[in-house]
């Protein structure tokens, strides 16, 4: 019984809900005031606006893997929804579970 656990595949680490229209995006550029310039996996680069809940837990940096969820009234603008540490973003990559637009890691 062991065993078969560990056969299956179990990630700790939360994925974009796709029926909510979250995707993948990596963090471009730092704006200042809680903003950030984001290439999205569609292809779209996307202002992302960091919510307290992340400023408060960690840091986001030009270059990390990022869930956002793009805006419903403004397309061009998203919310950050999780951060990926480099070593999660890492995991994900061997894996195959980014798309190969934003698979630099």
Not at 31 to 47: F, H, L, N, T, W
Not at 67 to 96: C, M
Request: glycine share 6%.
């Amino acid at each position: 019984m062991r065993e078969e656990k560990a056969d299956e595949e179990y990630l700790r680490i939360p994925l974009p809900k796709r029926e909510e229209g979250e995707m993948f995006a990596i963090a471009d550029q730092l704006m200042g005031g809680s903003r950030v310039r984001v290439i999205c996996e569609d292809g779209k680069a996307r202002i992302a606006r960091i919510p307290g809940r992340v400023k408060r837990k960690q840091r986001i940096r030009a270059g990390d893997l990022v869930i956002v969820k793009p805006w419903s009234v403004q397309d061009e603008k998203a919310d950050i929804i999780f951060r990926y540490t480099h070593i999660e973003a890492v995991n994900l990559s061997r894996r195959g579970l980014l798309p190969k637009e934003l698979d630099v890691f």
